[in-house]
C-alpha cells in the first residue's frame, strides 16, 4: 500500500482535480484505490457523491471527521468501517480496479483545534508520546486496514498547514503537489517543501528521542509539481505558463512532472455533478484534444517517478547494509 498526500498551500490550484483524476485512472489500470478527503470543503466528497447522499447515509457516521472526534472521546472505530464505495464512478471502472472514499465533513475544521489541546506535556517523554500520538493518528489508522486492501491511498489535504495536514504527511510515502502555471502558485510549492522538511525534522527528533516505546521515522518523498490549468496556443503552453513551469523546474530538488493538464472549464466544471472524473469520460479530440491524454500522461509520469525513487531508495539501503555487514561479521568473530 502506497500512501500519497495531494497537497498545496494555496485553494483552487487543483489538488481536489489531480485526486480524483490520478486515483480514478489508477483504478482504470486495475488498482485498488482509497481516497480520503482531509479538506472541510469536501469537494472531493462532492465530486464523487451526491450532496442529498451524503446528507443521508454518510454525514454522520462515514467521514473522516468521525474518525478523529473518536480519537477525542477516547473510543476505537475502525477505520475500515467509515470507507464507502461512490456508485457512479466505480459503475464507470467495469471492474478494473476501485476507487473508494473516506469522506469529509465541515466540521473538520474543528478537529485542529481540538487535536492542537492534546499536545504538550511537563516532561520530554510525554511531549514526546502526545506528539507521535496526535501526527501520527492518521498512519496508525492506515495501517490498521488489511495491507491487501488497497494498492494507493491518495489524500486530498486542505489548503494549510495545521494539524489534520500534517497527520496526511506524516502517514504518507509520497507527496504529490499541484500547482497553477501563476505567480503565487509556484510560490507556494517553494514553502511547501520547506515546510515539509521542517516537519519531518521535527517528527523525527521525537521519534529517536529514547524512551518510550519505539517510534519509526518517517521519510516521506517529494514526487513532484503536476502542472494544472494549462493554456495551450498552437499545441504549446502559453508563453507566461510556459514561463512559471520552466522557473519550477529550474529550482534546485523540484521534480516537474513532464506531462499537464490542460485548461479547459466545461470538462472540469461538469465532472463533480456527474460524480465520474474527467479522465473516464473519454474525450480526448475535437476542442477537447489532449485533456485525456494529459491526464493519463500525468499517472504515466507518477508510475514512473515513483519506481525511479523506490528504486533509489532500495540501493541505497543496499549500500548502507554492504557497508554494516563486514562490521557485524567481524564483531561476531570476537
Ligand atoms: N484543468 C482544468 N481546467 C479548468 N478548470 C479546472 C482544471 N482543473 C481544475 N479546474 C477547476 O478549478 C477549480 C479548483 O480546482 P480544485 O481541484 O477544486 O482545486 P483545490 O482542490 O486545490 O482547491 C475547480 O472549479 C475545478 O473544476
Ligand atoms: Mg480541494
Redesign the pocket.
Do not use: E, H
Given at each position: 500500500m502506497r500512501v500519497i498526500s495531494v497537497i498545496?498551500y494555496?485553494?483552487?490550484?487543483?489538488?481536489?482535480?489531480?485526486t480524483a483524476n490520478v486515483g480514478t485512472e489508477l483504478a482504470w489500470r486495475g488498482h485498488n484505490v482509497l481516497l480520503i478527503d482531509l479538506?472541510p470543503?469536501s469537494?472531493l466528497t462532492f465530486s464523487l457523491i451526491r450532496p442529498e447522499e451524503w446528507h443521508e447515509r454518510y454525514k454522520d457516521r462515514y467521514t473522516i471527521k468521525a474518525w478523529y472526534d473518536a480519537f477525542e472521546s477516547g473510543n476505537e472505530l475502525p477505520m475500515q468501517n467509515l470507507i464507502i464505495s461512490p456508485q457512479r464512478v466505480n459503475d464507470r471502472l467495469d471492474g478494473n480496479g476501485r476507487v473508494d472514499l473516506l469522506c469529509s465533513h465541515l466540521g473538520l475544521i474543528n478537529v485542529d483545534l481540538h487535536l492542537a489541546a492534546h499536545l504538550g506535556g511537563t516532561t520530554l517523554q510525554q511531549s514526546k508520546r502526545k506528539f507521535v500520538e496526535v501526527h501520527g493518528r492518521l498512519a496508525e489508522g492506515l495501517s490498521s486496514l488489511s495491507q491487501e486492501a488497497y494498492d494507493v491511498v491518495l489524500i486530498?489535504c486542505p489548503?494549510n498547514f495545521n494539524i489534520v495536514t500534517k497527520t496526511a504527511l506524516v502517514a504518507c510515502d509520497g507527496i504529490l503537489i499541484?500547482a497553477k502555471p501563476d505567480y503565487l502558485s509556484t510560490l507556494g510549492t517553494t514553502y511547501l517543501a520547506r515546510n515539509v522538511n521542517m516537519l519531518i525534522e521535527e517528527y523525527n527528533s521525537y521519534a529517536n528521542l529514547p524512551g518510550g516505546d519505539p517510534v519509526e521515522v518517517i521519510d516521506p518523498q517529494v514526487l513532484g509539481v503536476v502542472f494544472?490549468?494549462?493554456q495551450e496556443y498552437d499545441g504549446e503552453p502559453i508563453a507566461s505558463h510556459r514561463q512559471y513551469i520552466a522557473e519550477i523546474s529550474r529550482t534546485e530538488d523540484m521534480h516537474v512532472f513532464p506531462h499537464y493538464?490542460?485548461?479547459?472549464?466545461t470538462?472540469?466544471?461538469d465532472?463533480?455533478k456527474n460524480g465520474v472524473p474527467v479522465v473516464l469520460q473519454g474525450y480526448d479530440s475535437g476542442r477537447y484534444g489532449g485533456?485525456a491524454s494529459g491526464l493519463t500522461g500525468v499517472v504515466d509520469d507518477l508510475a514512473g517517478r515513483i519506481t525511479e525513487i523506490e528504486a533509489s531508495m532500495a540501493q541505497q539501503e543496499e549500500e548502507e547494509q554492504g557497508r554494516t555487514l563486514p562490521r557485524v561479521v567481524w564483531s561476531n568473530e570476537w
Open positions: 498545496n494555496k485553494g483552487g490550484v487543483g489538488k481536489t482535480t489531480l479538506d470543503q469537494s486530498d489548503p499541484p494544472l490549468m494549462v493538464i490542460k485548461r479547459n472549464d470538462l472540469f466544471g465532472a463533480p485533456v
